[in-house]
Structures are given as structure tokens and as C-alpha cells.
């Protein structure tokens, strides 16, 4: 019935791709296209007459730019907003004021790019048709039962105890609200920590100008891996959007490989291919973080990686955008804590200083 369908409205200033969207859109039992816009202003008007579950929206609009439509959206009329952008590193601004995910524009010459397109936007209306709004907060410096935790003493603690430890590896997997949610993490680590890991589901490119962003705002040196890269403390590698991550080890230390491969788990790059990698490389010196995302994509891995002997977090319900892939890992048993994303970063010194 039209009543269970995922009410959209599509947001854009080009007449062709407007109506292009509306046409495949419409194709799919589970969306209706209630409406068309063709800037941000029309939008606000028609959100008021329609009530769309879900707003298409591009970055670059004439009248008002999407970030600022965004934050103005969210502070009067709070809807999910699914990004459909170009390579624009405004599209982080956007996530980060409260949009649930992007997909990237498609070359409109081409037909395979553009069903591609069509068919990963169609799967993110409706991963964010069941996604919530989620606005992170300050840490809570709560401890995993009630106890106060020092976090500036404890980065501290870790700073001194790294300078002689380059064994220890922390690998975090994530998907939709995982942009977020990881920079939250990272942001609160000090700058000398292990060598971090990053799989987050990501187009190619835009892994690059995600983590040039995280360099910008963390302690630690951030970049987008690339194969054959040694892998030290104070340094977190984001694994490029269309290639597999996985950790290695020589007689030198640590180092990633970069490649390309068929998907698993349904992504390239996969968290269940880095966590497998983690897991049989690094063991017990391990930290495996799983965070938001849907699906079921890195709980295996982290399962191998706690049976290994390695340390497990998984972000809780309440903080997660999507509850999909840290539940499948919690259920399975392989998250050893389970906590809020304000609260990872302490429970991971905390772990580091034992």
C-alpha cells in the first residue's frame, strides 16, 4: 500500500535528473516520489505540504547551498536527508550536521554508472528510512561501571606507555553514521596511540578527502592508505574506497596491503577482509572496534579477532545511527564491551594503559 511506502522528496536544480530520479525511483515497490524541488527554498515549502520521510538533496543548489539548508532543516523540521553529491568535501559538513549518508553523482553519459547509482541510492533511502538522528555529545567520563575515568591523566598514561610498545594495532569498521562516529573516536585519542585502521563503506575518492579532513581536527597524523604502507604509532589508515585493507607483518613490523578484489560481505573495501587480516596478524595485540552501519559486515571478523585473543568494542543502540552491524556482532557474541560512541575513546585507553 502507498501508506508503507518511503515518502521522498527529490532536491535538485537539474530538470533531467530530477525527472531522471523520479522515474527510477518510482520503479521500486517500496518508494514514492511525492514530490520534486528545485532548490532548497521550494524544498522547505513542499516538506510542509507533503511530509517526505526522506529528502534527496545536492550540495551545490542555487538560492541556498545544501550545508546550510541542512542545519536549517534539522534546527525547524528534523527529516533524513540522503546526499547526492559530486566530489565535494562539503559533504562531510553535511553528515556531520545531520544528513545519514551520500552517494556520489553518476556520469549521466554512461548507463552502467548510472544504474549503478540508482541502485545504491535506492539501498540508502531505505537503510535511511530505519536509520535515527543522531547528535553526539561530550563524553559522559563514565566508566563501564559507574567508576570516574580521568581522561586526560589516561592519554597520559598511554602517551608514556606507546613510546615503547609498537605491537599493539586497533582496527575500527563502520558504515552509515560511521563517518561521524569514527572522527568522535579518533578525535579524543592522544597523538602518539597505536597504529589505527579504518574500513568505512566509502566511494573511491571521497576516502581520500575523509581522511585529509581527519588530519585537520586529530592528534594523530591521518591518511588514506596505500598499499605497501608501514603502519607506526601516531598514524590512522583509512582504507580507499574500491580496494580491500588488510594488515601484514615482516620482520620490520607492521604494514598494509591496499588491493583490489571482489566484494565481501557485500563492500569493497570490507571490514570482515581488515578484521580476518587483524585477527591472524596481530592476535591478542589487537583492538577490534565495530561501529553504525547495516548489514552484518565486520561481525565475523571481529568474532575471529576476540577468538584470537584481541580486545572487542562494539557501539551500543542507543548511539548508533544504524543498529545493524554492531548488533550482529554483539548477538553473535563477539563484542567483549559494548558502549556509547561518547565513551569508546576512554574505554580504549583504559584498555591500552593495563
Known sequence: MIADKIKVLITDDSLLFRNVLKNELSKDMNIEVVGMAVDPIDAMAKIKALNPDIITLDIEMPKMDGLTFIKKLMAESPRKVVLVSSMNI????????????????????????????????????KIASIAKLVTYKSPKKEGLKGETVKTD?????????????????????ASTGGTEATLKILKELPKDVPGIL????????????????????????????????????GLALIAP????????????????TCREGE?????????????????????????????????????????????AGAYTIGQDEKSSVVYGMPMVAYNIGAVAVQASIENIADILIRHLNR
Not at 576516502?207 to 586529530?218: E, F, G, I, P, S
Not at 574506497?241 to 598494509?256: A, I, N, S
Open 90 to 125: 562539503s559533504v562531510f559538513d553535511a553528515l556531520q550536521s545531520g544528513a545519514v549518508d551520500f552517494v556520489k553523482k553518476p556520469d549521466m553519459s554512461s548507463s552502467n554508472d548510472l544504474q549503478s547509482f540508482i541502485r545504491e541510492l535506492k539501498t540508502k533511502i
Open 263 to 307: 566484494k565481501v560481505s557485500g563492500h569493497c573495501p570490507s571490514v570482515d577482509v581488515l578484521f580476518n587480516s587483524v585477527a591472524e596478524t596481530a592476535g591478542k595485540n589487537a583492538v577490534g572496534i565495530i561501529l553504525t552501519g547495516m548489514g552484518r559486515d565486520g561481525a565475523q571478523g571481529l568474532m575471529n579477532m576476540k577468538k
Open 198 to 233: 579504518v574500513t568505512q563503506h566509502m566511494p573511491p575518492g571521497f576516502t581520500k578527502m575523509y581522511a585529509d579532513r581527519l588530519n585537520k581536527v586529530c592528534s594523530m597524523e591521518v591518511r588514506e592508505a596505500a598499499n605497501g604502507e608501514r603502519l607506526q604509532n
Open 153 to 173: 591523566t589516561s592519554k597520559i598514561q598511554l602517551a608514556n606507555l606507546i613510546k615503547s610498545s609498537t605491537r599493539k594495532v586497533i582496527a575500527i569498521g
Open 241 to 256: 574506497g574500491d580496494r580491500h585493507m588488510r594488515l601484514m607483518k615482516d620482520e620490520k613490523g607492521y604494514y598494509v
